[in-house]
């Protein structure tokens, strides 16, 4: 599922600019989908590396130092997440694995790496990864670091630029102990190296199929390119003939095509019925005429698209409205959970009863954080490490990145290193990060994420619908469906 979902949101992120506010030309939203779509290789250098422990000033971008402290301080005064913190500093002092050594692991710290692309076409595009990776490696010193060890994130910033990201890969791969959390459009340049020295861990969401080859890469979206049966399932069953007359837009650049494709070949394996698709250049803005053929020609009863981006998705829904699609019109569209999303449509009665899934926890709603005490613990270690910046999935991938990094290290026992690391590694099934991601296994190279949760919007607002009762597999998530690759 990830080679479909993961390509939507960095739509989402080089088309809409989110982090920083931005709002691209036409011309620079194209080349810059273009690149996203294809991880085009560039030609200039990366930035080099940068290192500084979790707690000091200037580790990300000079946005940290003072922030965080050494303890719980104000965190620790919250009840639900001061019990979860202190869980995990027992864990680490538990596990018996202090005092091991290994590269960039001395007797009492480790360095993890951290290569993302903050830089370039978009200023500030994933920059939430490394934010996310500092977060949680301030929230492990907090408890007295991990097994004993301060840890110290070292980031690079590859300026979305394959030599750059290669260059980064290689020079901290022999000052890092592991890879944690990185993000970047570049990936599978830096990948070249990891597939050539397998010897060094890595724990990211790969967006290249290159970064996702290598035997010491580990995801927590893992898969190859398909989608999930569930949801269309489930939406199949409960719109009933609706899913007969569905239209979509999709954008026409690079990989979105097959992604759709995926979509598409999910959703018609049970039952639904595209009467209007349509491919979109990167650079529209305007989707009237689509609408007033789909409403008032093809008759659609659903609107769906996964394959823009949330930006693109609100002005689509006014689109709509301009076109005169009678108010009875269902939209199902995932790619809506963005903070911005309801901003952008101006207009929450547009929007009641919008639906839509996710494959990991409604991150930044705050009730969902009084039900999930790991997403309350980083909601408060984000906003404390970052102050003032906006929690987004990339700094949820990177905490997820770690907390597996950790449960793998822990296990490893008192020898750990890296090779006992991937060993541990490769033994995780069902992972969760305590539930802020769906189920998955991060070693899985073939299959995919098959589990997710149903949302919808009312009064403005995303909230759960139709959980199923937890068990010990599902962790609260939805697991029915099969996982359907798209060439299997």
């Known amino acids: 599922m990830r080679r479909v979902r993961v390509t939507a949101l960095v739509l989402l992120a080089v088309l809409s600019a989110a982090a920083c506010g931005a709002r691209l030309s036409p011309e620079l939203r194209k080349q810059a989908a273009t690149a996203a779509l294809n991880a ?5 250098t990366g930035t080099g590396p940068g290192a500084g422990p979790a707690n000091s000033p200037g580790a990300v971008n ?4 003072g922030a965080i402290g050494g303890t719980n301080g104000t965190q620790g005064s919250n009840g639900t997440t001061g019990t979860q913190g202190t869980q995990g500093g027992t864990q680490g002092a538990a596990s018996g694995c202090n005092g091991a050594t290994d590269v960039g692991m001395t007797a009492d710290s480790i360095q993890l790496g951290n290569v993302s692309s903050t830089s370039g076409p978009v200023s500030g595009l994933f920059e939430g990864a490394p934010q996310g990776a500092q977060a949680f490696a301030a929230f492990l010193n907090s408890q007295g670091g991990l097994c004993g060890h301060n840890v110290h994130i070292r980031f690079a910033d590859d300026s979305t630029n394959c030599q750059g990201n290669q260059n980064a890969t290689e020079e901290l791969a022999s000052k890092v102990f592991a890879f944690v959390g990185s993000f970047s459009l570049e990936d599978g340049c830096g990948a070249k190296y990891l597939n050539a020295h397998t010897n060094v861990p890595d724990i990211h969401v790969a967006l290249a199929p290159e970064a ?7 995801d927590i979206e893992t898969g190859a390119l398909g989608y999930a049966t569930g949801p269309f399932a489930y939406y199949a069953k ?11 837009l999709y954008a026409n650049v690079g990989g979105a ?4 494709k995926a979509f598409e070949h999910a959703a018609e394996s049970v039952g639904w ?6 491919a979109t250049d990167a650079s529209e803005t305007d989707w009237v005429g689509d609408f007033v053929t789909m409403c008032n020609r093809d008759k659609i009863k659903i609107f769906f698209t996964g394959a823009e981006n949330a930006q693109y998705a609100a002005k689509m829904v006014n689109d709509e409205r301009q076109a005169g699609c009678p108010s009875s019109l269902i939209n199902i569209i995932p790619i809506a959970y963005d903070q911005a999303f309801v901003a952008d449509v101006g207009n929450t009665s547009a ?4 639906l839509g899934w996710n494959e990991y926890s409604l991150f930044f709603n705050t009730d969902e954080a009084e039900k999930i005490p790991e997403l309350k613990l980083l909601q408060g270690w984000f906003s404390k490490a970052n102050p003032g910046k906006p929690l987004n999935l990339y700094a949820l991938f990177a905490w997820a990145s770690g907390r597996l990094f950790q449960q793998a290290f822990q296990a490893a026992g008192a020898h750990v290193n890296r090779a006992s690391l991937m060993d541990q590694m490769r033994k995780i099934q069902q992972f969760t990060a305590s539930g802020i991601v769906a189920p998955m296994t991060p070693s899985d190279k073939k299959g995919g994420v098959k589990c997710y949760v149903l949302w919808q919007v009312h009064n403005g607002k995303f909230s759960r619908v139709d959980d199923p009762a937890p068990t010990a597999d599902s962790k609260g998530y939805r697991c029915d469906g099969q996982f359907l690759p798209l060439n299997g």
Request: hydrophobic residues 30%.
């Open 257 to 260: 095509v097959p992604k759709q």
């Open 273 to 278: 019925k595209f009467v209007y698709s349509r």
């Open 238 to 248: 409960k719109l009933g003939a609706a899913v007969q007359s569905v239209g979509t």
């Open 351 to 354: 929007i009641e009863n919008l």
């Open 212 to 218: 996702d080859s290598p035997p010491n890469h580990f």
């Open 40 to 44: 085009g290789s560039g030609n200039g």
């Open 62 to 65: 000079g946005g940290i130092g």
